[in-house]
């Protein structure tokens, strides 16, 4: 860090002391996951959302089986897995999370909250602080799937067949997806905007067949600027009435 860090000076942070404490924290760990935890809370004292620890692969993976995200200062489950824990426990999307094991969840630290829980330190469980409608806060507790990583596959014998299917996984997962009603409506999930010219093409064929169109751009994180440009010019064109969500 001193050899390479673009700030010579550290942000002004006493890099001894806490390096110091840091090893000292490391000889008191009780396992491996507590041990680069304190290795990410050092780097984490530079305050510098480039710098972070990155870890290799684990052999298993845990699904807390349900996704959250922030829409203003509130954090909310935008989407529980069928099957899981999650959904058998009653949550739904909508639902406001307050904090993930007592740990307030807001827009500085849901970043920091799954740092910690997915890549730091998984765990079997969740403990939940729910608000639903009127409803006073409730905790509920979340069981996550935990299963071997496919990653550790690659490496082993035929492991080239795996490394297709996550890639193939992945593909589908940033695919159109389309719900349609006759030739009145016609509900477009638009996961990215890294797409293919033909893949566009194939979307604003179905558009234009339709007399109403809802754009589904919640979670895009957006991506090509040729591809939202052609999906913005296209949705000009076309006489269908747009709603956008």
């Avoid at 200062?73 to 007592?102: F, M, Q």
Wanted: include cysteine.
């Amino acid at each position: 860090m001193r050899k390479y860090y673009y700030d010579a000076k550290l942000h002004g942070v006493n890099w001894d002391a806490k390096a110091k404490e840091a090893k000292e924290n490391i000889d008191k760990a009780d396992s491996i996951d507590s041990a680069v935890s304190e290795i990410a809370a050092f780097l984490d004292t530079l305050n510098d959302s480039h710098t972070s620890l990155s870890l290799p692969p684990r052999n298993y993976t845990q699904d807390y089986g349900f996704k959250m995200k922030m829409f203003g200062e509130h954090c909310y489950i935008v989407r529980v897995r069928s099957g899981s824990d999650a959904e058998k426990k009653g949550l739904k999307p909508g639902t406001e999370i307050l904090a993930v094991n007592n740990h307030a969840v807001s827009r500085k630290t849901l970043w920091r909250i799954r740092y910690i829980y997915q890549t730091l330190r998984p765990q079997p469980g969740l403990t939940l602080t729910l608000r639903g409608g009127d409803a006073n806060p409730q905790q509920v507790d979340v069981m996550a799937k935990i299963q071997p990583s496919t990653v550790m596959k690659h490496g082993q014998r035929q492991g080239i067949n795996q490394i297709v299917r996550d890639l193939e996984d992945v593909y589908r997962s940033l695919q159109p997806r389309y719900f349609e009603q006759g030739h009145q409506l016609l509900v477009v999930k638009l996961p990215t905007f890294f797409l293919s010219g033909t893949t566009v093409e194939g979307v604003l064929g179905r558009m234009r067949k339709h007399k109403g169109v809802v754009l589904d751009l919640r979670d895009n994180p957006g991506g090509s600027m040729e591809t939202s440009s052609d999906c913005s010019v296209a949705c000009l064109r076309t006489s269908a009435k747009f709603l956008i969500a």
